[in-house]
């Protein structure tokens, strides 16, 4: 039963395109949402973020949107350059007591000069 | 300030064998956390310690044992390692700031359990 969900295994782009990673979570009690970028041979990197009293967040290159109502969060990366070619993870975390995060199977992103 | 640490990076084990993945952070983080990751599961918590002297179980603990040293080190224990225990594993550490967690990751040991 995964919480966190990221239905595309990976995905392509052309260098300068737009980005678009989704994922999407089922427990309405997450209230902080976070993407990790991960290269081979490395550990996740955190990457941006977003509360859930926001529905968007701007870092750069990088936006994260959420959609509450959906239970649908994006990262868009604009414009994508071939140093973005990595794994993205979402992750989600519970302001419940404990902060347990609980993280997507991940995308793998392509993006092709 | 190297962050978190990992040793070993790679590490080949015959079924039954044990072993211990030792992992240190120098950020003074509370927080303390091993995942492990495997083809198209994402990470996975096995244990985490919300503190020192404190250590609970994540959703994946069967098969690991963990110690919580002191605040730097947390380290993973396999006391009879199978197959199923090949995969990638990763330490972390955390920081809160006005309750929101941001994890920062070792690079990660290798496990092949022959």
């Known amino acids: 039963d995964q919480q966190v969900k990221q239905n595309s295994p990976s995905l392509s782009v052309q260098e300068g395109r737009i980005s678009i990673l989704n994922c999407d979570y089922t427990n309405s009690m997450f209230d902080y949402f976070l993407w990790y970028k991960k290269y081979p041979a490395e550990g996740p990197t955190f990457l941006i973020s977003?509360?859930?009293?926001?529905d968007k967040n701007e870092d750069g290159r990088f936006t994260v949107f959420l959609n509450k109502s959906a239970k649908h969060l994006s990262l868009h990366i604009v414009p994508s350059q071939p140093g973005d070619s990595a794994v993205y993870f979402c992750a989600a975390s519970a302001n419940t007591g404990g902060f347990k995060t609980i993280f997507g199977a991940g995308t793998r992103l392509f993006v092709k000069a | 300030n190297a962050g978190v640490t990992q040793t070993p990076k790679f590490q080949v084990l015959k079924t039954g064998q044990s072993m211990t993945l030792q992992c240190a952070q120098d950020m003074n983080h509370n927080s303390m956390y091993w995942y492990r990751q495997d083809p198209g599961m994402g990470l996975r918590l096995i244990y985490y310690?919300?503190?020192?002297?404190?250590?609970d179980k994540g959703e994946v603990p069967n098969g690991y044992n963990v110690s919580r040293l002191n605040k730097r080190e947390f380290s993973l224990r396999l006391e009879s390692a199978a197959p199923s225990q090949t995969s990638v594993y990763f330490c972390?550490?955390?920081?809160?700031?006005?309750?929101?967690?941001?994890?920062?990751f070792g690079p990660g040991t290798r496990l092949l359990v022959l």
């Open positions: 310690s919300a503190s020192e002297g404190t250590t």
């Open positions: 977003i509360s859930s009293i926001k």
């Open positions: 972390a550490s955390s920081e809160l700031r006005l309750l929101e967690e941001t994890q920062y």
